[in-house]
Nanobody, 123 residues
């Protein structure tokens, strides 16, 4: 069982930065792949970034590849999403997810989810 708690969301102007954190419970979190997803009002939840359990490999959605960085600190059971050059279209609730499978870009690939943190980017 893994519990995930996101933090770090907020209101930022376009061009600004935010760093999201996802704190996980459990002693074996390093064996779980982790991902960030986002969901804007009226839209489906979409993939943003993934990182393997060891942190050795990452993968990004096209919209995030040049601006966002996913990382993790397994000693602290935490996954991060550094978001730079934010745009109004990045406004969404951002969710952290984890699964024993070390790969996934679909919501259905993940068994464990956090409650989400709101990111609002003003123009």
């Amino acid at each position: 069982q893994v519990q995930l708690v996101e933090s770090g969301g907020g209101l930022v102007q376009a061009g600004g930065s935010l760093r999201l954190s996802c704190a996980a419970s459990g002693r074996t979190f390093s064996t779980y792949g982790a991902g960030w997803f986002r969901q804007a009002p009226g839209k489906e939840r979409e993939f943003v970034a993934h990182i393997t359990g060891s942190g050795s490999r990452t993968y990004y959605a096209d919209s995030a590849r040049a601006r966002f960085t996913i990382s993790r600190d397994n000693a602290k059971n935490t996954v991060f999403l550094q978001m730079n050059v934010l745009k109004p279209e990045d406004t969404a609730v951002y969710y952290c997810a984890a699964d024993r499978a070390d790969w996934g870009i679909r919501p259905s690939d993940y068994h464990y989810w956090g409650q989400g943190t709101q990111v609002t980017v003003s123009s």
